[in-house]
């Protein structure tokens, strides 16, 4: 009864570090998730905001163009045009290479969006795993209910024997000292809480 007194208290030790240890680990996981979707916010937001500006670039290209041709157009040969032309011309290609860093900025933003989605993902697959995590804690409440109750068991039947020991007690005094003193190694030995 004492070695099963015993291995019931060392696997109720294992079980709560083992509860405290799904519990940590559960912790971590959700502070990590909701760095990576904090992250994962603010590069959205600065992709959108880029990609409006490339389509606000975009269109005043376009403009730019259409009045590029308009003055090719009306381009006579007179000197009088010639200093406009190159005005545009020039913000033209300004504005074109501008358009072309917002661009490849845009793209460099886009794959980093990228990776940190599928990071993102991996984490928020890692947190639905301490869901199966809570599972198994279910688990091992369960195991321990069940430990706990075999313990109540173990103290119960100590109790039965002590009734019994004491009711032989009462009814045949001391006669047999040696049977008394077999009897009371159990309750010396046993030290149930």
């Not at 020039?90 to 490849?104: F, I, P, Q, R, V």
């Not at 993102?120 to 321990?144: A, H, T």
């Amino acid at each position: 009864m004492l070695d099963k007194l015993r291995r019931i208290q060392e696997a109720h030790l294992l079980l709560t570090c083992e509860k405290d240890t799904l519990r940590r680990g559960h912790n971590t996981v959700n502070v990590k998730f909701d760095e990576l979707e904090k992250k994962c916010s603010s590069m959205k937001r600065t992709l959108n905001a880029i990609r409006e500006k490339c389509a606000a670039l975009h269109w005043d290209k376009e403009e730019l163009v259409q009045l590029h041709a308009i003055f090719l157009e009306m381009l006579d040969g007179e000197s009088i045009i010639e200093e406009p032309q190159m005005r545009v011309t020039s913000e033209e290609e300004g504005l074109k290479s501008k358009y072309n860093e917002l661009k490849a900025r845009y793209k460099e933003l886009e794959t980093k969006y990228t990776s940190v989605a599928e990071r993102l993902n991996v984490i928020r697959e890692e947190r639905e795993s301490p869901q199966r995590n809570r599972d198994k804690l279910v688990g091992v409440d369960g195991r321990m209910n069940m430990i706990l109750d075999e313990h109540l068991s173990v103290q119960n039947d100590h109790l039965l024997l002590n009734q019994e020991r004491n009711d032989l007690r009462s009814k045949q005094g001391s006669e047999c000292p040696y049977f008394w003193t077999r009897c009371n190694a159990p309750k010396q030995n046993l030290k149930i809480n």
